[in-house]
């Protein structure tokens, strides 16, 4: 059975750090791995999608990477923002989006 | 893409009764899922709706007690029987488009009295 998991479970920052947000799972036999982002009361929005075969993908401030031999993912935010305040949720795609524990990020200005 | 649209959009229902909730997509899709978000957690899969078989719960969820009919390709319901306060979540239905990209409907946000 597909695990995620997903650390730290919150993280609370000033403004301007880079962060790293941590998933592992444990079967790798994934189609890809996606990244969203949730805020309060709101649905999901999709950051970036990693097909199997890649190593990374990039967009604006952020960066994601897979290293599917080891079941693991990072989500990198380069000069974080108080507007990057949210929940961000990692999922792997095995037939099903099988979604992680997410981690609650905090920015303070 | 996709659009998915839910009803109701949020209830609020008394202990033991049940609801039923609604999912539509603008295109046919094979496979159609549903979760649960319970509050301050992650998404939890349901189970998978596929047209014209019977839908595949994952562990800890039953037929009796999230019965799902998926009639075509563009149309699925998510019944939730004899509700409890623990069954107060966000119910969402997912599609999987070209190229494993899902889509999310807007949620349904269910509190049981």
């Known amino acids: 059975k597909q695990e995620v998991t997903q650390i730290p479970a919150a993280l609370s920052v000033p403004e301007g750090e880079n962060l790293v947000l941590n998933c592992s799972f444990t079967?790798?036999?994934?189609?890809?791995l996606q990244w969203f982002r949730q805020d309060p009361g709101k649905g999901l929005t999709s950051l970036l999608l990693?097909?199997?075969?890649?190593r990374e993908q990039t967009s604006g401030r952020l960066n994601a990477s897979l290293d599917k031999s080891s079941g693991r993912s990072t989500l990198y935010i380069a000069a974080s923002q108080p507007g990057d305040s949210a929940t961000y949720l990692c999922?792997?795609?095995?037939?099903?989006?099988?979604f992680g524990t997410g981690t609650r990020l905090q920015v303070f200005p | 893409s996709a659009v998915i649209s839910q009803k109701p959009s949020r209830d609020i229902c008394q202990r033991g009764t049940s609801l039923t909730i609604q999912c539509q997509v603008d295109?046919?899709?094979?496979?159609m899922f549903w979760y649960r978000q319970q509050p301050g957690q992650s998404l939890t899969l349901i189970a998978t709706?596929?047209?014209?078989?019977?839908?595949?719960?994952e562990s800890g969820f039953v037929i009796d007690k999230f019965p799902i009919s998926r009639p075509n390709l563009t149309f699925s319901t998510l019944t939730v029987s004899n509700m409890s306060p623990e069954d107060s979540s966000i119910y969402l239905c997912?599609?999987?488009?070209?190229?494993?990209?899902?889509?999310f409907g807007p949620g349904t946000r269910l509190t049981v009295l």
């Open positions: 997912s599609v999987l488009f070209s190229g494993r990209v899902p889509f």
């Open positions: 079967d790798s036999a994934i189609y890809n």
């Open positions: 990693i097909q199997s075969s890649q």
């Open positions: 999922a792997v795609d095995t037939d099903k989006l099988i």
């Open positions: 295109s046919q899709v094979t496979m």
């Open positions: 709706a596929n047209q014209g078989s019977e839908a595949t719960y």
